[in-house]
């Protein structure tokens, strides 16, 4: 696997010098095919996502609208977190996928992620043995552990969280964990997921912490965002920086008073974009996400930032007052009718809008056809596949 090369430039990955595709042994084996594109030149990836990013937006809403260089992304050693599945036997544990069989195929190994993620896998595999965490067998429906969660900071300190399906084995994992983390001194957060039910997701609603340190603080653009075991956040460190720049960017340009960072998560956006002359209220579902983001502005001193836990929709149908700008970030399925009915008829005069799925994204904007997009921008968040991100800039015509 080809080392990556890094730009100097404000820490975005430049695109690689060399037209060889990267090469994966284990997408040559067809051990796994997760990564869709790999074997293709990743300069032709990058014109493929601004091509397709550019055709779903080139109707009369995007009209004028003027396209920023893209932002490309290392092509491996990128990834910040890996949910690893659990097969094999407590002697032989696989981490890594299961097949279509349901069996455990190991990708310990796998070039995507960061090295100290890499590092510490074949070291976990081990502490499944010595713990005597017997694997889920998902055909028959036994067994304890599902998957081993980890997560890498931009100063190399590790949370791992084990999704297990009852508390059975917790009291061993407690024994043992004194060991790994002797093993692994950067590790800093250590958790159990509860998931009893056989479900294809990736974790429950049940942690239970087991180290004092309850959060991992991610130094992104010299922002410290704290991460809770259960909190969202981009897969790809230095692609989410040049995200934050480039929404905070914006923001700095138009001076607006008041933001409103709507799907906030742990506040990425609201912290970038704090300023002492503005209001800035964030708006999540996730109450630990809350609990993260207040953790952070409170150690910033950004006394103008405020969280609250609740549904973006309701509260923007429930407030008395609309912001000067709005900054959405939602799930793939987008703002939905009543948000993008909501924003079209309020006073907001101006949106950023951060997307993973350029499909809703096209159907959001044609349905709040008084904002005007200006400015959009693709950052390779997902190097491999066909997903990307992009943010547009838009105001009221």
């Known amino acids: ?14 695109r690689p010098r060399s037209l060889a595709p990267m090469h994966c042994s284990y997408f040559a084996a067809e051990r796994c095919r997760s990564c869709t594109w790999m074997g293709r030149r990743y300069d032709d990836q990058l014109e493929a996502k601004q091509q397709d990013a550019e055709r779903a937006l080139a109707d009369g809403t995007a009209a004028g609208m003027a396209w920023l260089p893209p932002v490309a992304s290392r092509e491996s050693g990128f990834r910040n977190k890996a949910k690893m599945v659990v097969g094999g036997t407590v002697a032989r544990p696989t981490v890594g996928i299961l097949d279509a069989d349901g069996r455990g195929v190991d990708l310990r190994g796998c070039g995507l992620y960061l090295p100290g993620i890499r590092d510490v896998l074949p070291v976990l595999a081990e ?83 087991l180290t004092e340190q309850e959060t991992l603080l991610m130094r992104v653009n010299g922002v410290g965002m704290h991460l809770r075991p259960q909190s969202f956040f981009q897969t790809n460190t230095e692609v989410a920086a040049a995200l934050y720049r480039q929404a905070r960017d914006w923001v700095q340009a138009l001076a607006p008073a008041s933001v409103w960072d709507l799907y906030c998560g742990v506040g990425g956006f609201a912290l970038h974009c704090a300023g002492p002359e503005r209001d800035v209220t964030g708006i999540e579902t996730s109450a630990d996400a809350v609990v993260s983001a207040r953790l952070s502005a409170r150690e910033a001193g950004l006394d103008r930032v405020a969280f609250q836990v609740g549904d973006a929709t309701e509260f923007a149908a429930g407030s008395a007052t609309a912001p000067e700008l709005v900054i959405v970030n939602p799930p793939r399925r987008g703002l939905g009718e009543d948000l993008c009915r909501w924003l079209e008829g309020s006073t907001a005069q101006h949106l950023v809008y951060s997307s993973c799925h350029v499909g809703s994204l096209a159907r959001d904007l044609a349905a709040m056809p008084s904002f005007r997009p200006r400015q959009a921008r693709v950052l390779d968040m997902f190097p491999q596949t066909a997903h990307d991100e992009i943010v547009v800039l838009l105001d009221r015509g």
């Not at 081993?148 to 084995?169: A, K, W, Y």
């Open 127 to 209: 502490f499944v043995t010595r713990a005597a965490l017997t694997p889920y067998d998902v055909p028959r429906r036994a067994g304890e552990l599902k998957s081993i969660l980890v997560t890498e900071s931009p100063d190399g300190e590790l949370m791992v969280r084990f999704v297990l399906r009852s508390q059975e084995p917790v009291a061993r994992i407690r024994k043992h964990l004194p060991a790994l983390r002797e093993a692994v001194p950067h590790l800093g957060v250590a958790s159990v997921n509860l998931l009893p039910e056989h479900r294809a997701v990736v974790e429950g609603s049940r942690e239970i912490l």
């Open 1 to 14: 696997m080809r080392a990556p090369h890094r730009s100097a430039r404000r820490g975005v990955c430049a």
